[in-house]
Every structure is written in structure tokens, then in C-alpha cells.
């Protein structure tokens, strides 16, 4: 069994900062990658930033320079450190891991956390 429990969401005015935490827990043997996805109702869940367990980034074009993925392989959790938040990044943010339970890479989803930007 794995899970994934995030924290950090909130409400922030335009121009602050949010810092978004993902814990992966129960049994396997390795974390591809985590990441950070987000989705507006009537639109298709997007990705917002990717880290490999070697450290290789993605990000999403718009919160290029504004976002920060990171992580903690000892403690199987990443970070989303967001900053100079805009209206527009409002929405529902799901933590993503890909994980390995020896039959393969599985992908697994968080409960979703909002974020909400007010001006």
C-alpha cells in the first residue's frame, strides 16, 4: 500500500509565497519521481513541476523562474516552493509520485490541496 499526504495550501495574496509539502508512505522499494500537477475545473489536470529521484527538474512554462520544486529522498517527500504567486496560479494542486513495487513503476495520486491567489 502507498500514500501519498500533502499539506501546505492555502489562501496568499498576489505576489506572495506558498510552500506545498508531498510525504510518500507504506511499502515499496523505490520513487522514480514526484511531482506537482494542478487542474481547474472544465480543464484537463496539468503539470506544474517534475523532480527524478537523481534530481532532474520540469517545470511548467508559466511558473518558470516562479516555482521551485525539490526533495528529500531520505524522507520520501518533495517540495513545491511558490513564489510571486499570481491569480491565475489558483487552483487545486494533486501531488504525483511514480513508484516502484517491483512490478513495474506505478503512479500515484495525493488528495489535492488548493491553492487560492486573491488580488
Known amino acids: 500500500q502507498v500514500q501519498l499526504e500533502e499539506s501546505g495550501g492555502g489562501l496568499v495574496q498576489a505576489g506572495g509565497s506558498l510552500r506545498l509539502s508531498c510525504a510518500a508512505s507504506g511499502t515499496f522499494f523505490g520513487i522514480n519521481a514526484m511531482g506537482w500537477y494542478r487542474q481547474t475545473p472544465g480543464k484537463q489536470r496539468e503539470l506544474v513541476a517534475r523532480?527524478?529521484?537523481?534530481?532532474?527538474?520540469n517545470y511548467a512554462d508559466s511558473v518558470k523562474g516562479r516555482f521551485t520544486i525539490s526533495r528529500d529522498n531520505a524522507k520520501n517527500t518533495v517540495y513545491l516552493q511558490m513564489n510571486s504567486l499570481k491569480i491565475e496560479d489558483t487552483d487545486v494542486y494533486y501531488c504525483?509520485?511514480?513508484?516502484?513495487?517491483?512490478?513495474?513503476?506505478?503512479?500515484?495520486w495525493g488528495q489535492g490541496t488548493q491553492v487560492t491567489v486573491s488580488s
Open positions: 504525483n509520485a511514480n513508484i516502484d513495487r517491483r512490478t513495474g513503476w506505478y503512479d500515484y
Open positions: 523532480i527524478t529521484s537523481g534530481g532532474s527538474t
